[in-house]
């Protein structure tokens, strides 16, 4: 890295709110929906808020303590990027709770007098009451705080109440302490975790839409076409019928019309949806004006008689005489189909069903709610009798599912890693709280806990790093109230929980990469039980400054301790035993140092040089060449999650493979005329990468049959991602047949290459 590089980044972060406040204001103004212009224009105003705050001097980019004058534990509000807006997420105008409070306590509704009341005996007694029962939430950390202070006094801990209290009270004015009232105690984690609450799903259903292009169709089938069918057989009754040629029509075959025109009129004004009818180049078109001008006295011209005769005809030949089998068995059909239900009415439907049950929680068994309309709620709604629930439906209920958390996973209601990253602080919530003897205590930590975890990622640089839940001072103050939870099979061990997790994620997503929220959890399970295991985040390279924490250069060790000698070193080219001699020499360099250290310059220097040159000078491809190279070392976390946390998936190694290739494969297909194909690439090889380390786990023997099986996987997709893929396949089978690479990533021989997702002057799969 030049000398200008680690400016570059903090230039980058403070053009960012000026781009992202543009972006609001033209969403605001040009959006078509309603909805997302109010949306947008929140958006601004909070880049507003941010812009100002940085312009004050309000603000600090890249600090973990943003806001002046807030000590880190205050969730500060934060924006898309990382970005503080110079306000926290419990201060603001009083909420409901709060002002109910103030008035049941007889006390003005400031935030200070709330404060000082829970200080008194019957403020005490209060929050000892929701301690018992349970009957609270907690919405951001800090509305935890009153309830430690009220358990430590109640505990007999007076002396740590005091100092907590010494803390909170100068921001008493301020921030929100006073947690939020439930109808009932937050279901156990341990058993269960689900995606979305009662509440959350019914506002889903609630916000479904009809479908504009379904419902015009139906109105079409049940509508326009039986008319234009009357239209047709009262044209088929002139006197020489389907010819139309001599226009003697029976005597009161004009009043008929006419009645038929009132009738269409009507018709009009209440089914405005399909307007297929208006259009005089369609066949209902042509057969209404023709009848419009013989019903008004006026003779047709010859054209006008000639789109007559031509309408009449292709309707008969098309569908048959109306009243003919054919013909009445295709309307019969189709009026059935216009009869089915629609997804919105049984999205309200479901809805009505959802109401019956508590809002905040769950649902732990969804059978009963996705059965067909019964009688009674077919004669409440007018839904037919035994209609069926559809699936666009039914999946919104399912993603309420309280289960297991490897239950969801296979039904499918977890889809993603990043999908599961979000529901496993609802776990490690009731793991980590589990080493709080008391079970009033454990409720209000595993409450905290949940409420810290939507606590949003601040922009941080210089290896600055994220407040973590222990120096909250409301943990700090009871930290002497947790034992080590044991590591028992029983689902309660920290260690237990995070191999199960573990497990779950890279056997059901093996060619992803695991999220940094996943790995934060994984993190806090590891210090949880003591495990000392190095899990390290992806970077992100618009803001990297060339520089990485100690913990990748212990991660890359792990990695070398477990993949020595395999096809994993052999082909990205590592010398593992020279990063064990790296990391030696940097622990006891660090070790020699009173204050210990913060960067492993070695290991940016090792990243740096596999690289290569092109990585010297500052860009967002040239950081993410290197950032590519610490994760290539470090396997992103597998090897710490094999080597020491101990996991071993049921699907075996060699299926992981496979199905990492058929990821890598999926990815490859959307390069094909895609003019930013570089995320993708970039994605791919990421797959890529993971599906070597399984590999490299694998026998010899059961290694060459997977490699030689990915041949036929590619034939299952388009020709161009064979040839796309053919260089990476070549040199992962150089590589397996004892060749190797040279510094530049090619073979000597062939179209060999080895894949990696970033460059900086383009790439080869392109």
Known sequence: MNDD????????????????????FVTALTHEEVGARHRAEVR????????????????????????????????????????????????????????????????????????AYCLTEPGLAWLWARLDSGCYEIGVPEEAALLTVAWLVRRGETGAALDLVAELEPFADRLRFLPRPADGPAPDATAAVHRRTVSETVDTLARRRPNAAVETQREALAVWQPFADELLTHWLRTAQGGDVLGL????????????LLDRYRVL???????????????????????????????????????????????????RGLPGSTAHTALRRRQAEQAALPSHHALAQLMSRRLAALPPGTGITDIAPLLGPVDGEESRETGLPLGAVVPATVSKVVESALSAPIGTLVERGVIPSAEVMAELVPQLVAATTAHAYGDAALRAVMAANYRAFRNRRSLLLLNLERQVRVEELPWVRAVSRQRSAAPDTPDGEGALFVLRHLGELAVQAFPGTLLPNPLIREFGVLGRQGDLGAPFVEELAADIFMGTFGPKFLKAARVAGELLGGTLYERYYGIDYAAIRNLAIVETGEALSRSSGTRTSPGFARLCAERAGPASRAWSVAANGMVIEQAQI????????????????????????????????????????????????????????????????????????????????????????????????????????????????????TGRARRFVGWSADGHWMR
């Not at 972060?13 to 972006?23: F, I, M, R, T």
Request: charged content about 20%; glycine content about 8%; proline content about 7%.
């Open 5 to 24: 590089a680690e400016q570059q980044p903090l230039t980058v972060a403070l053009s960012y709110p000026e781009g992202q406040l543009a972006k609001a």
């Open 44 to 115: 601004g105003e909070r880049w507003r808020e941010v812009l100002a705050a940085l312009a004050a001097g309000r603000l600090s980019v890249g600090s973990r303590t943003p806001v002046v004058g807030l000590p880190p534990w205050v969730t500060p509000e934060v924006v898309r990027g990382g970005f503080a807006t110079g306000s926290a997420s419990a201060g603001g105008p009083l909420r409901t709770h709060e002002t109910e409070a103030a008035r049941s306590f007889r006390v003005p509704a400031q935030r200070r007098a709330l404060f």
């Open 248 to 259: 003697a029509p029976e005597a009161n075959w004009p009043a008929q019309g006419e009645a």
């Open 268 to 318: 009009a004004a209440e089914h405005t949806l399909c307007t297929k009818h208006r259009d005089p180049k369609e066949n209902l078109g042509i057969l209404r004006e023709a009848l419009e001008e013989v019903v008004a006295g006026r003779p047709l011209e010859a054209r006008r008689l000639g789109l007559l005769r031509h309408a009449v005809r292709s309707m008969v030949r098309r």
């Open 633 to 748: 070392l470090t396997t992103h976390n597998l090897a710490t999650l094999v080597n020491r946390v101990g996991i071993t998936p049921r699907a075996g190694w060699s299926d992981l493979a496979r199905l990492c290739f058929a990821t890598v494969c999926r990815l490859t297909a959307r390069v094909h005329r895609n003019p930013r194909p570089l995320g993708t690439i970039k994605v791919a090889a990421y797959a890529w990468r993971q599906m070597v380390f399984h590999l490299s786990l694998c026998p010899p023997q059961e290694q060459r049959r997977a490699i030689a099986g990915m041949t036929e996987e590619t034939a299952r997709h388009p020709a161009h991602v064979a040839a796309r893929l053919a260089p990476a396949l070549a040199g992962l089978v150089l590589v397996g047949e004892g060749g190797a690479f040279g510094r530049d990533g090619t073979a000597d």
